[in-house]
T-cell receptor, first 113, second 113 residues
Framework: AQKVTQAQTEISVVEKEDVTLDCVYE???????LFWYKQPPSGELVFLIR??????QNEISGRYSWNFQKSTSSFNFTITASQVVDSAVYFC??????????FGAGTTVTVRA | DAGVIQSPRHEVTEMGQEVTLRCKPI?????LFWYRQTMMRGLELLIY????????DSGMPEDRFSAKMPNASFSTLKIQPSEPRDSAVYFC???????????FGPGTRLLVL
């Protein structure tokens, strides 16, 4: 069975602070896919990034960066210099050999001005 | 490019009434998913279509729920009769294939009184 754990329920920071969201996953599949989605207060679910299990290269995209560590089964996400517009619920998700996505419970990020 | 389109965005109805939610997937996508999001259960997959054919409806809660996809650009999720416990946000998502990234619509917020 697949499982995604987001241990942080809520994070509150002041604008311009960095925020790191933790995600730990469990799967027996050798090929799998990891995702981060953002759900702002308006309610939509926005795709942010996808990483395949065979691609451990970490990236930085603007203020976002990701740290994929297969050895620890973690896929952490960092927002640098946070802004109020980053306030949202962030979901980590895991997919593998079929169409099903396993979502974590989500981490609510509040960025205060 | 247009994303996944859902209508209505909000629906308030009374118990016992029929509710129909609509979804237009991203053009060219051949996989369509219906999800339900509640505070208690998080995101749940209700049904998955591939090339307009229902592949997995094991997540549909009961016979009151039904979904159709008459063509590649339109799907409906119907609840008849509706009950207060059906109150949730219903998301439609689409992708190029079952292991590809799922892009979500804005959701329909349903309230059954």
């Amino acid at each position: 069975a697949q499982k995604v754990t987001q241990a942080q329920t809520e994070i509150s920071v002041v604008e311009k602070e960095d925020v790191t969201l933790d995600c730990v996953y469990e799967t027996r599949d050798t090929t799998y896919y990891l995702f981060w989605y953002k759900q702002p207060p308006s309610g939509e679910l926005v795709f942010l990034i996808r990483r395949n299990s065979f691609d451990e290269q970490n990236e930085i995209s603007g203020r976002y960066s990701w740290n994929f560590q297969k050895s620890t089964s973690s896929f952490n996400f960092t927002i640098t210099a946070s802004q109020v517009v980053d306030s949202a619920v962030y979901f980590c998700a895991l997919g593998s050999n079929d169409y099903k996505l396993s979502f974590g419970a989500g981490t609510t990020v509040t960025v205060r001005a | 490019d247009a994303g996944v389109i859902q209508s209505p965005r909000h629906e308030v109805t009374e118990m016992g009434q029929e509710v129909t939610l609509r979804c237009k997937p991203i053009s060219g996508h051949n996989s369509l998913f219906w999800y339900r999001q509640t505070m208690m259960r998080g995101l749940e997959l209700l049904i998955y279509f591939n090339n307009n054919v229902p592949i997995d409806d094991s997540g549909m809660p009961e016979d009151r729920f039904s979904a159709k996809m008459p063509n590649a650009s339109f799907s409906t999720l119907k609840i008849q009769p509706s009950e207060p416990r059906d109150s949730a946000v219903y998301f439609c998502a689409s992708s190029w294939g079952q292991q590809e990234t799922q892009y979500f619509g804005p959701g329909t917020r349903l309230l059954v009184l």
